[in-house]
C-alpha cells in the first residue's frame, strides 16, 4: 500500500512539470508575452563604463602638456536681485555654462545623441575651475536637486551649466547720488589654471550674454549690459584670463523727489512766511523759524543713515545744507530785524525824555510840511511812511522828533537831515527786502543746481 502512494505522488508531480513546460513555450510564442532585454541592467550599458571614466586620470585637465584648452562661456542673466549703496555690493543669479572638448569622454554613437547628467558625475571628471573675482558670497541652487547640468556629445565635446546666485562688490561714486549713473562688474576667472594651460573667452562674443526682459529694479533703470575679457596678472602665480559682464544703472529720481527734494523745498518755502508776520509778534516768528530748522536737520540725518559714510559730498548733501542756511538765515533775518527794533525804540525813549513841552504847537502836521522848519518836503515826508512806529499817534511822535532835532537849543550840535538819519531805523524794509531776495536767491540756486546733476 505505501509503494502505491508513493507511486501516485510521483505521477502527480511528473504531470504537474509537464504542465509548467508547456505552459512557458506557449507564452514564448505568443507576441503578447514577449519582453524586451532590459538593457539598464547590463554591466556594458553603464555611463561610467561607457564613458571609460576608470580608464583616465582626471585629475589632470585635457591635453595636459599640449597647448591650453579652450574653454568658452556663455551667460543667461535670470536676475538682478538687490543694489545696496551701504554695502557697495550686487546680487545677481545667471546660468553660468561652460564648453570644452575632453576627448577623453569621447564614445561610441550611431545615431550622435549627446547624454545628459547630473552633479553625480560632475565629481568624477575634469571641469573648468571658475570662480567670481571680488564676490562675498555665492552658492548653487540645489532645489530639488542641485541645479547642475552636464551633457557629453561622442566627439568629447562637453556642456557644464549650473545655476549660481553671487554677491559681489560694485565699487560705486555717489558724488551725483541721487542723480547719478553707476556701472558694475561680475568677473570670471580660473582659479588655478593660467593662461598657459586654459584659454578662457566668451564662447559668441557679446551676444554670450542674454538677459530676462523682465529684469527691473525698485530704484534704478538698467540702461545696458555687455561683455569684455582681459588679462589678468598676480605676481605670484602669473596671467589669467578673466571675463567681465558690465551692465549700468541709472538711478530713479522720482523716489527722492518726494522724499528729499520736494520736503527740503517747502520747509524753506515755510521759513519765508516769517517775513510776512509782524515783528513784534515773537511767539510766532520764532516757534516758525525753529521748527523749521529742526525739520532740516531731520531730513538731513535720515538722508544720510541710509547711506555709506563716504569722506566726499553728495549732490544731495549740497541740496540738503544750501536748503538748511536759507531756513538758518530766515531766522538770523528776524533776530537781526528785533534788535535793530529794539534800539531804535531805546534811541526814541530818550529822544521824548528830551523834547520840550509841545502845548503850545497848534498844528504839528503843518510844521513837519513846512520845508523851512523840517528840511524836508512833501515828498519826503510820503516816502519815508510810518514804518517801525507805534500805530497810536507814531505819526505825530516822530514829527515833533523831527522838529526837536532842528532846534539847536535842544540837539546843540546835530544837523537836521543826519540828525534824522542816524536815529531813524526803517527795519520794515529788511522784512520787504528779504520778501524778494530770499525767493530770487533760492530759484537762482535751483536753476543752477539742476543744470548741472541733471
Known sequence: MQVDAVLVLLCVWLGSQAGDLQTEQVMSEDPIYKRSPDMTKSPMTKSEQLLRIDDHDFTMR???GGPPIPVGVDVQVESL????????????TLYLRHYWKDERLSFPSTNNQSMTFDSRLVKKIWVPDMFFVHSKRSFIHDTTTDNVMLRVYPDGNVLYSLRVTV????????SRFPLDTQTCSLEIESYAYTDDDLMLHWKKGNESLNTDDRISLSQFLIQKFHTTAKLAFYSSTGWYNRLYIHFTLRRHIFFFLLQTYFPATLMVMLSWVSFWIDRRAVPARVPLGITTVLTMSTIITGVNASMPRVSYIKAVDIYLWVSF???????IEYAAVNYLSTVQERKERKLRERLPCTCGIGNPDEMMIDPQITGYGSMDINTTGNYGMPENGGRQERMLAQVALNDPQITGQVKPSRGYVNIWIDTHAIDKYSRVLFPGAYILFNIIYWSIYS
Open 62 to 64: 585635457p591635453a595636459f
Open 325 to 331: 542756511v536759507f531756513v538758518f538765515l530766515s531766522v
Open 81 to 92: 536681485d538687490t543694489i545696496s549703496e551701504v554695502d557697495m555690493d550686487f546680487t545677481m
Open 167 to 174: 554677491t559681489s562688490m560694485c565699487n560705486m561714486d555717489l
